[in-house]
């Protein structure tokens, strides 16, 4: 286990609905990044985190956002959700976050389904 | 263009048997690593190795091995003697630094090989 926990484990939503994704990153750690990941596919890259502060971001709309919290953790959230939105979304926890070198340790996911 | 490429959508193989899983990558950056995961039906991404674009060197961790050969922009994983607890699905991915000191440490992934271990 990589020690990064996610929240909740699965979530139903209706479209237009929000969400907020919870993560706690590995102790020590102090990025955390967020991936998309649709059925059958490679996580997509959604944003990342260091020291509280977005450091990048994939190609995804503003009604995906984000908070990262003095103790590392974040939150990621939707807004305005549509159907397409439904996948799996992975926390990953690094050290750094200013250079590639850092490997990403991830979460199990959490599970959201957009009805 | 996608930066990571894994054309083996799915792979099947009877338990004992070598099985070697395909990654290429492209990219223009002189700096960047490369990684592999594997994702087990539980949806979780384990980390299985890093190499940096410095490092040519194949590496052997047990029944696993990986060649890196930059000439061709690839990074193949083998395994050796498979198990069914292989089974899952194996991800490539390519990390950058990007130029004026700016850096992210972002994944790209490429679209996984699903890896299937028969008894």
């Given at each position: 286990e990589t020690g990064v926990t996610q929240s909740p484990t699965h979530l139903i939503k209706t479209r237009g609905q929000q969400v907020t994704l919870r993560c706690s990153s590995q102790s020590g750690h102090n990025t955390v990044s967020w991936y998309q990941q649709a059925l059958g596919q490679g996580p997509q890259f959604i944003f990342q985190y260091y020291r509280e502060e977005e450091n990048g971001r994939g190609?995804?709309?503003?009604?995906?956002s984000g908070l990262q919290f003095p103790n590392y953790s974040s939150e990621l959230n939707v807004n305005?959700?549509?159907?397409?939105?439904s996948a799996l979304y992975l926390c990953a926890s690094s050290v750094?976050?200013?250079?590639?070198?850092d490997t990403q340790y991830f979460g199990p996911g959490t599970r959201l389904t957009v009805l | 263009a996608q930066k990571v490429t894994q054309a083996q959508t799915e792979i099947s193989v009877v338990e004992k048997e070598d099985v070697t899983l395909d990654c290429v990558y492209e990219t223009r950056d002189t700096t960047y690593y490369l990684f592999w995961y594997k994702q087990p039906p539980s949806g979780e991404l384990v980390f299985l190795i890093r190499r940096n674009s410095f490092d040519e060197q194949n590496e052997i961790s047990g029944r696993y091995s990986w060649n890196f050969q930059k000439s061709t922009s690839s990074f193949n994983f083998t395994i050796t003697?498979?198990?069914?607890?292989?089974s899952a699905v194996y991800f490539c991915a390519l990390s950058e630094r990007k130029d004026r000191g700016s850096t992210l440490g972002r994944l790209y992934f490429g679209r996984g090989t699903q890896l299937t271990v028969w008894p």
């Open positions: 190609n995804f709309p503003p009604r995906f305005a959700l549509e159907l397409d939105d750094g976050g200013t250079t590639p070198t | 003697a498979s198990q069914v607890v292989d």
